[in-house]
């Protein structure tokens, strides 16, 4: 039926090499992570039964496939039997989160409300139905992904006899933080693409590049014009460059990073010593969390971000006025840790002055931003002080509120990443200063304007 | 003069390949569709004359190069000598078309003229003179193609002495709806690059990116970051992919697809049954035209679309209400049907669970973006009615009406493109929801500004 | 410390080439131009040791290092060692005194306060405060250069013991017009990336990408998606083609150019004509500056743009009204000239009749992007005539002065980029006509609002 899953598999590490044979490698090499394993997986290649057939009971959406109990969705939970440190890593990522994160943030769901929600317009004005499930699947949950339930078992004629197969709501989705028909959390296969499963695949952009692509994490846009990427644009294809190699090092499999040097592989020097040490918990090498909600701030401390209270209550970072919510957040000494780790893989190719010269303009940047988001926040909050904008509807429905999303999802975003990976111009005309600074400025107008309308209404 | 291409014809299959032998080839391997060809084609390989010099007669731009009868443009009438079965089944698409579709529809040419027109600013009032010729091919007609027509023919001095040369209006343009000297419509070229003419090319998505790129038609962008383009950038490189093979087989040639394997490509599989058949035209495998004018709706029937009238008599797939004008449009069984070719593409990779949950997901996309479209129609008909804007002059030049093509021709596009290939932020932020939902406040709000002017003017 | 730098450096032809031997070989394929140099430099590959520690006298970032004198940043001075006619060439690019151009012109200094200064909201006005150097460093000057300026020399402890380093203030950067510690100007490494300095680089478009792909001046984004790029992309990578070729043949090296081959390179035909000779000097092949300012005009003279000065006594090409500042520009008669040398590339593989008429659209489209540029400025002019917008304070700060600016700096941009190099839709609906067509009709809704505010102020 689907020749090419057959061939894919083929090509992948996992069908030529055991899990015990990838247990024996030397540490540095080693690509599984488990203590003890079952007898029947050891001395098998991982094929088809060995991940789809696992943990059956444990599956909701297990099936009977020729007396095989078979189940569609491979979860962190089945991949964690070779890869139990990696998947523990991953589970303290935001990422892994991503699902809950969104959904059962009250003042996230009325953003998702206010971007997804079919509009209707009577009476001179608008508001917002709340969003379907396939459109939040095909919007938000794409890449924070859905919750996979199965609603029903179907049966459907195939050419060997009819069969039954379990109907999922929320399929297909590889999204990060994908809730399983196993109750687990993520999906391996966002990143390390089924089924070739190749290494050099996380390790391209163009696999980040799936969900950080947007105006407001425009990651992999600021990184495809700074020099790093240059480099490797340039240079890595049809060379001598290795994608695969474990441990990957620097000068000698590549010359310059991707994503997942600076952010999660084993890094090691020409002469074997660990740069960085390989980790699925992203932020251990990350100080600061760039992505502003509404400002940059200190990187949380919990995967699990509903948690947060901020000053006023609201479930996020940093009050409207910019005050951190400072116990939910990482401590200076923490950060500096962290920054010291990053630093660790810059040092490869970069001397301490230039390292230090980088960090410090970062965090400068991550200063002003902050500074250009708070204006920006004073004029909506005169707005919302004035009526001229309703503030218990929604924070996000109206015009001027949108435009104030845009000045920290957008710009202060992308300034800041622009910042962090040297891509120019999206820090100036590209979504960065220009629109940073031109913004309150439409807002201004429009305040205006909507005062004025509220000032004619009151004097009819 | 002009070595590369002499250089760029060499690397070709054309240069070390007689029509003869390559009609000898197996059915599937087959690259050349002729019934019968004059003997003087069959035993030479098609060098500069065979096209250069063919079918003189119906060639107005022929010319006379040191005896023999040359003519600057080689039109699909002449690739048709060997390939007639692409060029008719070119002919039945869209793209054929493209040239008099935009040219030779009243509403096209009045937003044609709205972007393109020279502005005059007089009496605190803008007005859009015509577009001249020059603008539109460097526009619109880009792509769409211009018209080529002979002006004169003028004297060059050349290395070989003084020779005619036909000044042709229009010229250079590869355009795929380009109309020809002899009178013939499209430009093979647009995808099979002269003068190498790689399959190769054809089946990269760079090619398709010339045209569909933009705003009005992300194609490219949302596939970009996609899976399938993940794949293909990672791993395709320096690799075992065969671009070049045909059939082209899934698994052995390529384990992920290009624009070119899901709309056009012969598709196999490794054990050589046909997964999908090579089509040229490639709305064979589509059931909708998600490009909305105003709304998505069911592919027209007819490549020429300047048949079609809605039920307001406007040349439009749909009228303003969102009423398709179905007798021009494929019935919903055919549309069935093209699915189901479609779905034979994704099938060589994908289960049918997984295919049919992305199907329905899709489509459901395409009526909530309609959705979203016809509530900003309700308010540009509100402003329209209530003379806040002047529907008369022109449907397409005012600010607000500005802002209402860009609900559906930025806004509504991405997100169905973004849909139909899993390119996620062009769903949301990157053109889509984001800016389906935010507009049509800017609409409504831009709308009270107008509404009160025109109070404040009447009670002067 | 940092291993890569060596790795880099030993795959470089520096490490294998000794100046000696790199100007033995035949004039055509020298990568030297130097006429003398001091007899160690002679027969020595250029290692760490040789740029870094030249000129130690002139260097204010000279330290010293276990006995050697060494400075970390290796200027064009440096550099002119052993290429001094390249480096001739450049300082008379504009690029080599880009941060001057933008620095010492207070029109710019105006744009850039109103861009990157921090906002201050007060009795509803915003204000605009002076950008501080970090800032500046991490945005504009990213790519027009920092002034490096030695602060202080601090003590670090290495692993060799303690160390003096000079404290560089504007550092790191790699501008190219940097303001360098030997008080030369710009940056060789900001297209020959240290320390492979792969002639393969900078032929390659990414690294232009690093400067050329915002809205102001999408040069990277509009190549990528024309006929040039898609044969690049589709059939470079892993081919015959050759990017390390000295000369460079079209047709046998490549068969499509990139902005290298177009602006800079030495090309050469298969049978060893010279089709353009390898120029440093960019503008040499450019008639005209098609990055507006405020109108695309004839190339300024001078690379130093604060000398000019405008009939309005602005330091600018171009006067409001559109006027060229004509003494400043360079002539019709050298225009032609440059015109026909990039024809000649151009005539590597296109016909005389096609190259003019691609060169007669693009004039075509300067002389229709300036006439629309005109008619925001007429809106602009009017407004402030009306002091419905503040000429006095600054040109770019409040709404409607931004929407001007990005008439000329965007969109115009946009569309005569997209005209010279065949991008489509960057033309239309990418940042082009579209938007130079909306965006006055913008312009003129916001002055009517003003100029009621204005009124509603008097009469009260």
């Known amino acids: 039926m689907t020749p090419n899953i057959y061939e894919n598999w083929s090509r992948s590490r996992m069908s030529r090499i055991t899990p015990a044979q990838a247990k024996e490698k030397p540490e540095l090499e080693r690509r599984v992570s488990y203590k003890e394993l079952p007898e029947k997986y050891q001395n098998v290649v991982v094929g088809c039964a060995e991940c789809h057939n696992m943990r059956p009971d444990q599956h909701k959406d297990t099936f009977d496939h020729q007396g095989a109990r078979v189940h569609t969705v491979v979860t962190p939970a089945d991949c964690a039997v070779c890869h139990p440190f990696e998947r523990e890593q991953f589970s303290r990522n935001l990422m892994s989160e991503a699902h809950g994160n969104l959904e059962n943030n009250p003042v996230y769901a009325d953003l998702t409300q206010s971007t997804n929600g079919p509009l209707t317009f009577e009476n001179m004005a608008l508001s917002h139905g709340t969003p379907d499930a396939q459109t939040s699947a095909d919007s938000c949950l794409f890449c924070h992904g859905t919750r996979l339930t199965v609603e029903k078992f179907e049966t459907r004629y195939t050419d060997i006899g009819p069969m039954e197969f379990p109907k999922i709501s929320g399929w297909p989705n590889q999204g990060v933080g994908r809730i399983n028909p196993d109750d687990s959390k993520g999906s391996c296969s966002a990143c390390h693409t089924r089924h070739e499963f190749a290494i050099e695949m996380a390790r391209k952009p163009y696999t980040c590049s799936e ?131 990053m630093k660790g893989v810059c040092q490869s190719c970069h001397t301490r002055g230039w390292v230090n010269g980088h960090f410090d303009r970062f965090e400068h940047t991550i200063e002003t931003t902050n500074h250009q988001t708070g204006v920006a926040t004073q004029i909506m909050a005169r707005a919302w002080e004035e009526k001229a904008a309703d503030q218990n509807d929604s924070l996000f429905n109206e015009s001027i509120e949108r435009r104030w999303v845009e000045q920290w999802l957008f710009y202060g975003n992308s300034t800041r990443f622009a910042s962090a990976m040297m891509g120019a111009d999206y820090g100036v005309f590209a979504n960065g200063r220009w629109y940073q600074s031109k913004n309150p400025h439409d807002m201004l107008e429009l305040l205006k304007v909507k005062l004025k309308q509220a000032e004619d209404k009151e004097s009819k």
């Open 211 to 341: 969900c950080h692509k947007g105006p407001d994490v425009p990651a992999y846009k600021v990184y495809k014009v700074s020099k790093h990427a240059n480099i490797v644009d340039s240079l890595a294809h049809g060379k001598e460059w290795d994608f695969n190699a474990v441990p990957w090092t620097a000068g000698e499999d590549f010359t310059a990073p991707t994503c997942a040097t600076c952010h999660v592989s084993l890094v090691t020097t020409p002469d074997g010593r660990v740069q960085a040490k390989r980790t699925h918990q992203m932020n251990d090498r990350l100080a600061w969390r760039i992505f502003g909600l509404i400002y940059a701030h200190a990187h949380p401390k919990s995967a699990d971000t509903t948690i947060i209270k901020n000053k006023d209550g609201l479930p996020l970072p940093t009050a409207l006025d910019g005050t951190p919510a400072a116990e939910y957040l990482i401590s200076e000494k923490e950060q500096e840790k962290r920054n010291n780790t």
